[in-house]
């Protein structure tokens, strides 16, 4: 799931909670959710150290 | 057989040599021309100077010339801060010069003096046709409507591979701060001389075939010296640019001058570090907005729980009156086992809404920076942003601390 479609869910989600007075059985499931895409957003912008280095020895040694 | 008077082609040479050094109007004259061919050897400077036809630009005339170092030194730093690019060849001039013969090496143009003005308007007059043409064709703005992807992280470079820009622009896009995630692949091209447009547009083509890995194009060149910039107001470059399916940005080192792909290039950048940079920068606005949102969320799901715990607390006070009502009808009814079913699923109902509520509250304590901020963390931030590195801050910035109650504000020693 790219960024642009975990955020498109996120605004809905916030927008949702926002404007109707949901049980809280739908609250639940609905911050869940959001708390899972929140992970997404951060996960597909962000690189873990690892990867980093991964990537920064591929482009010093072009021919490894 | 022996003709009388008959001379050596030295006494000749050495006639034609007296007469153009005794012959007005060919020493000091401004001459305009076109250089070509032209190279350094040792510290001297040779070049030939052409004049074209102007409808069939074959050439009409044509003299060797010489620059020597005593003048090259000074003419082509000049040059250099004039024009922003160094004497080359395949440019329109206006030099001093005299003419020199000499029995052995012929005809050649001693300059002693250039006019970059002349150059410069003629750079400038040539760009602005073909802006002008870029521009009836319909083309001349279509790459800077595009719109970047939101953010923009795969991208299509465009470089000498083992150009000092290329290096700056890489480190800077992989050690950002933010630990944003980007993917570059390198379209190698040459980025200088008189190959250097076509190159470009060689390795925009390879891109284009690719088009849909990529969020834009980078072409970016090393900073440090003055370079040629000539090739950078070429014609095919700028349309390939124009209309180029994906944004493009140029960082072609270069502070002061623009050239025609400044016109039609979706963003332009001083340097290659500066491009990394607006990169980064679109990848910081998305995070943030990713922490806004996360925000947003935690207060609305606090308020949301808030207000089912109120109406909670409201069902529960009425509820033995309700109870009761509802006990006290049913027995008419029905008898006693099914109001204890009743008492008890509303009982349950009750009970299961408050450890529902109780399980949110403890999943929203894990989305907020609240919770971080009490377990003794705190954020610190300069001019609003906030940072992970002490690197990030210069003696004398006044930084503030956020607690998890009040904030502190401080100046770095």
């Known amino acids: 799931m790219s960024y642009s479609e975990s955020l498109a869910e996120l605004e809905k989600i916030v927008a949702e909670l926002r404007s109707d007075s949901c049980d809280v059985d739908t609250l639940v499931a609905r911050t869940t959710r959001a708390a899972e895409l929140l992970d997404l957003c951060r996960k597909s912008l962000t690189a873990t150290e690892d990867e980093l280095r991964r990537v920064l020895e591929t482009l010093q040694n072009p021919e490894s | 057989m022996k003709t009388p008077g008959a001379i050596t082609l030295l006494e000749l040479n050495s006639r034609v040599a007296s007469v153009l050094g005794a012959a007005p109007g060919l020493n000091d004259v401004w001459v305009i021309g076109e250089t070509s061919d032209l190279r350094r050897s040792g510290p001297h400077c040779y070049l030939e100077l052409i004049d074209k036809d102007p409808d069939t630009g074959q050439p009409v005339a044509r003299a060797r010339a010489t620059i020597w170092a005593s003048r090259y030194m000074v003419i082509d730093s000049e040059f250099r801060r004039a024009t922003g690019s160094p004497l080359a060849s395949g440019i329109k001039i206006m030099v001093k010069c005299s003419v020199n013969y000499h029995p052995l090496y012929g005809l050649s143009l001693n300059i002693t003096d250039v006019n970059p003005e002349f150059t410069l308007g003629d750079l400038l007059r040539r760009r602005r046709e073909l802006i002008d043409r870029l521009t009836r064709e319909g083309i001349i703005e279509l790459n800077r409507r595009l719109v970047w992807a939101v953010p923009p992280t795969r991208i299509a470079v ?36 008189e190959h250097c447009a076509e190159s470009v547009v060689d390795a925009l083509g390879r891109i284009a075939a690719r088009s849909e890995e990529f969020d834009g194009v980078v072409i970016i060149r090393g900073g440090g010296a003055t370079g040629d910039l000539a090739a950078f107001d070429d014609y095919a470059l700028a349309a390939h640019i124009a209309m180029f399916p994906l944004p493009v940005m140029i960082g072609i080192g270069h502070e002061r001058d623009i050239t025609l792909l400044d016109y039609v290039a979706n963003q332009r950048v001083k340097t290659p570090t500066a491009a990394a940079e607006w990169l980064i920068s679109r990848g910081t606005e998305a995070l943030e907005r990713v922490r806004v949102l996360g925000a947003a969320l935690f207060d609305t799901v606090n308020s949301a729980i808030q207000r089912s715990h109120r109406r909670l607390e409201n069902i529960a006070g009425s509820l033995p009156a309700l109870a009761q009502g509802v006990l006290l009808r049913a027995s008419q009814r029905v008898g006693p086992s099914v109001s204890q079913t009743i008492e008890m699923a509303v009982t349950n109902a009750v009970r299961h809404r408050k450890e529902r509520l109780t399980a949110l509250a403890a999943l929203v304590d894990t989305l907020s920076p609240e919770a971080t901020l009490r377990r003794g963390f705190s954020i610190t931030r300069l001019n609003g942003r906030a940072i992970s590195d002490s690197a990030e801050t210069t003696s004398g910035d006044t930084i503030q601390t956020t607690l998890a109650t009040g904030t502190i504000t401080s100046i770095v020693k």
């Open chain 2, 158 to 193: 465009i470089s000498a591979p083992g150009a000092a820009g290329y290096g700056d622009f890489i480190n800077q896009l992989y050690t950002n701060p933010a630990r944003l995630r980007f993917t570059t692949e390198l379209f190698p091209a040459v980025m200088q001389g």
